[in-house]
């Protein structure tokens, strides 16, 4: 195993990561650091680095470099994005920060910056057509994609910090501001020759700093009670108040706002100025929130080189496989569950009558069943339950997160409680319970016919006779264990599924 660390130097945030690179391709963030140094700030007037920005940034360098160290860093990429990339003294900044801190920094171009982004995005997300939009300090990118294929990018030479300098006036109230930037920005728009090509149907994800400050924003009007902030939906009916709120507050009752950055505060409404233009310009109903950008597109390169010329296929089962190496999981047990699972959905579907959809929210759960024994045998249905609703997974919805780790939860001989699950229901349908239910008895099912995890238990036949369902087995050896393992839940299958349960 390799730990790197990537620093991601920006216009308005100097951000590092530390990233086990493990076998097989895959990674884990096991660390970061984040800084506010507003190296972008007051460059317009003439386009140099200002001294202090320069002095803040290495401080925070030499900090990100001292932790690098103490975690066993063996290998440090660092890239620096729109304000060094326009700087004018941008070299002896490079150079001084090589002789101070020991960091090689590699300016990215536009397009490698763009790029990047689209890799973070496209590796983490299971969305086959899009359009980026990423807020940074000083520049801002659009990506258009389609059937995972960029088909086109931009990179505007102004973002958060940049626009707040630049439309700063002590005689505008500062809704009167926040509306001439959206102005401003709808020209830039306009003005982008490919920009009425996009496909109506693409979807808008939003990445960023910004973008995950109006998450947490968010979180905290509507109570939205998971702490994740990829693949977040908002609507555009539900970010408008929040935006007509903060453009027009003083920069003082903006930092007394819950779910608002201090550090931010001064920014947010010029950020939020160019979602609002961008909403507006292509009537988006909804955006999604993307947790992964140009940090993230700079890992999965590393961990798997390929991505640099196709994206995964499959983001879902990348994520998955990631966090059973992670966790320490039996993998021969998890295929082994997960493929016993599927067999069982697909041969019930005459009683339980689920779309395909569901079997996605199986699939994580019957892979990820057994991970909260990392914390404790004794109740690990619980710990798993857990561990779901807080993991990084890629390429499901919050609500399919949400039932797969009730569903873990009823793997073993567990109830549904009653109050964790009113926590979640504005993210729920009403027959979700049941629909958990009985998902929770086919993995529960699944797993004892692999109880002494050596695959005795082959495939499953399902008859469906009458009042009953008898589940013939294909072994290879003595089943006795998992077959009377799988028939303790003959009781909880006749509940969910009104059947009696015979398995030979």
Known sequence: MEKIGIIDLGSNSARLVIVDLFADNHFMVVDELKESVRLGQDMERDGFLKPQRVAETIRTLKMFRKLCDASGVTRIIAVATAAVRRAKNQRSFLD????????????????????????????????????????????????????????NYVTLPFGAVTLTGLFADDGLKPEEIAKKIEEFFTEQLKQIEWINTVDPDAQMIGVGGSFRNLFKISKMVHKYPLDTV?????????????????????????????????ERADILPAALAIVKSFVSFFNFERFTISGSGLREGIMVNQALPMTEEKPISDVLNYSLTTLVKYYGCDEKHVEHVVNLSIQLFKQLRVLHKFPRQYLKVLKVAATLHDCGQRIKYYNHQRHSCYMILNANLYGVSHRDIVLAAFTACCHKKEDINAYEWARYRDLLHEDDIEIVKRLGVMLRIAESLDRSMSGTVKSINCDILGDSVIMKTEVDGDATLEIRDAMAASTEFKKSFHKNLEIL
Not at 99 to 116: H, M, P, Q
Not at 232 to 259: A, N, R, S
Request: with cysteine.
């Open 96 to 151: 001084e920060i090589q002789a101070s801190c020991g960091i090689k920094i590699r300016v990215l171009s536009a397009e490698e910056e763009a790029l990047y982004v689209y890799r973070g995005v496209i590796n983490t997300m299971d969305v086959p057509k899009g359009i980026v939009l990423e807020i940074g300090g000083g520049a801002t990118k659009i990506v258009y994609y389609n059937r995972r294929c960029i088909i």
């Open 230 to 262: 990829h693949n977040y939906v908002m609507k555009t009916e539900e970010f408008l108040p929040v935006y007509d709120m903060l453009k027009v507050l003083d920069l003082d009752k903006k930092k007394k706002i819950k779910g608002l950055s201090a």
